[in-house]
C-alpha cells in the first residue's frame, strides 16, 4: 500500500511540473493566442527541429539596428508564415509591437551584414 501512495505522488507531482511548464515554454517561444500574425508553439517545434528559420536564425530587430547577431530558441515568434529568433526578450517584445517596421528590407540588409561579416558572427553582445 506504501507503494502505492509513492507511485500515485510522483505522477501527480510530473503532471502538475508538466503543466505548469506548458504555459512558460508559449511564452518563450512568442506565443500569444491574441496576438495576430502569430502561429501555435507547435508548429514553432517543427519549424525548429528542422532548422528553418527566417533570416537563418538571425535577430531581424539586430539586423534593423546594423547588428549580425544569432538569435536564441528560447526567443522565438512566427509572423506571417515565418519564424523569427531574437537575440533577447526585449528585442522580441519590440518586434511584436511594430513587426513591419523591423521588417522593412531586412532581407537586404541581412544580407549586407553578412557579406560585411563574412558569414561569421562578430564577438560582443546586443
Not at 58 to 68: D, Q, S, T
Request: charged content about 25%.
Amino acid at each position: 500500500m506504501n507503494n502505492q501512495k509513492q507511485v500515485i505522488t510522483i505522477t501527480a507531482i510530473l503532471f502538475a511540473a508538466v503543466f505548469t511548464m506548458l504555459p512558460l515554454k508559449a511564452m518563450a517561444s512568442g506565443y500569444d493566442s491574441d496576438m495576430e500574425g502569430k502561429g501555435s508553439g507547435a508548429m514553432m517545434d517543427n519549424m525548429n527541429m528542422h532548422g528553418q528559420y527566417a533570416l537563418d536564425g538571425y535577430c531581424p530587430v539586430a539586423i534593423h539596428k546594423g547588428m549580425y547577431l544569432k538569435g536564441n530558441d528560447r526567443f522565438v515568434t512566427e509572423y506571417k508564415g515565418k519564424v523569427y529568433k531574437f537575440v533577447k526578450f526585449e528585442a522580441q517584445k519590440a518586434f511584436l509591437e511594430n513587426p513591419e517596421m523591423f521588417l522593412q528590407d531586412v532581407e537586404k540588409k541581412y544580407h549586407q551584414l553578412k557579406m560585411k561579416n563574412k558569414g561569421s558572427m562578430p564577438k560582443g553582445s546586443y
